[in-house]
């Protein structure tokens, strides 16, 4: 638990907006270096293996914390012991600071200070992206009051489920999915998008009694994506989202292929790729739903 503290507090200083405090009212962050929020709870008569086997149940009761109004601290942390010494990290962050490329550049880098210290850690997140996008202009942009996140999950109408694919079913279904008309190969994510998306059709047609037509979203890391490229620890919400339509035919209630809404998401991402920095444009000015957060830091 010390090792856990202590690479927290080194990897602060490099994410040190994180230890700093939201300003609701102006709708920037303090970086005043107060630390982020950090719990250690006890779990009594439970062995992590016994939550495990209801981590199904478990993520269902999670998601009703979700959304709702953001406070500060920016981070809260959680650490839940077990009887047995094993040990959930639970975590409260905000996406009005950072998209989950952030989050997740944030957790490598703990992790990578835990195990092998700060020395030879490749992780160094750049700020004020947007200052350079906005060539000079973002300090005189006027920010929106941002709204609290929706809450999606907790609802009776909400289900959340955890549906495991297995490797070798999922390059089998990138072979059956391919065509040589494609302009590469589908990637992973867009075969299980495509083999849900067709569920979720099935299900559909027989509710409604017709093949409706439908969207699927994906978002997307805008850091690879602009030209040039962004340094590839930019740090905040540098993102967008790709859709990709499939029109259903009046007269025709049959599925698509599961080859056929693979090419429409390939060629989506294909297309996404050519207005990419159009898009970057209007999320800058906050019109797709990024907000451009500024940051203060004390100088001591």
């Known amino acids: 638990m010390d090792r856990l503290e202590t690479s927290l507090s080194e990897t602060l200083t490099r994410f040190y907006p994180l230890a700093g ?4 009212d102006g709708n920037w962050v303090d970086c005043n270096d107060e630390g982020v929020e950090f719990f250690v709870a006890k779990v009594k008569g439970c062995r992590l293996s016994e939550f495990l086997s209801r981590r199904d149940e478990m993520i269902d009761q999670i998601s009703h914390l979700a959304g709702g109004e953001f406070t500060s601290p920016v981070v809260s942390i959680q650490i839940s012991m077990f009887d047995c010494g094993g040990l959930v990290m639970g975590f ?7 998209d989950a490329f952030s989050a997740i550049s944030f957790f490598t880098s703990w992790a990578t200070a835990s195990r092998q210290g700060m020395d030879d850690h490749e992780i160094w997140p750049t700020f004020g992206v947007s200052n350079s996008i906005l060539a000079g202009a973002a300090n005189d942009l006027r920010l929106p009051k941002m709204k609290p996140m929706p809450r ?3 609802t009776d109408n909400g289900v959340t489920k955890r549906i495991v694919f297995d490797g070798a079913e999922v390059s089998a279904l990138r072979a059956i999915s391919h065509d040589p008309s494609f302009p590469r190969k589908p990637s992973r994510v867009e075969v299980v998008t495509a083999l ?3 569920a979720r059709m099935r299900v559909s047609r027989a509710k409604h009694g017709r093949l409706r037509t439908s969207l699927a979203a994906h978002t997307i890391n805008l850091r690879p994506r602009i030209i040039p490229p962004l340094p590839r620890w930019s740090f905040g919400n540098l993102q967008s989202r790709v859709t990709t339509k499939f029109m259903a035919a009046a007269d ?11 090419g429409l998401l390939i060629d989506s991402f294909t297309k996404s790729k050519e207005t990419v920095v159009r898009r970057m444009c209007l999320l800058c000015r906050c019109k797709k739903g990024m907000s451009y957060m500024k940051l203060q830091r004390k100088v001591k």
Do not use: A, N, Q, T
Not at 21 to 24: A, D, E, G
Not at 92 to 98: A, E, N, W
């Open 21 to 24: 405090r939201y300003i609701k």
């Open 92 to 98: 409260r962050l905000s996406h009005y600071l950072f």
């Open 152 to 154: 999606l999950m907790g």
């Open 196 to 198: 849900i998306w067709k």
């Open 252 to 262: 025709d209630d049959r599925l698509p292929e599961l080859k056929d809404l693979v």
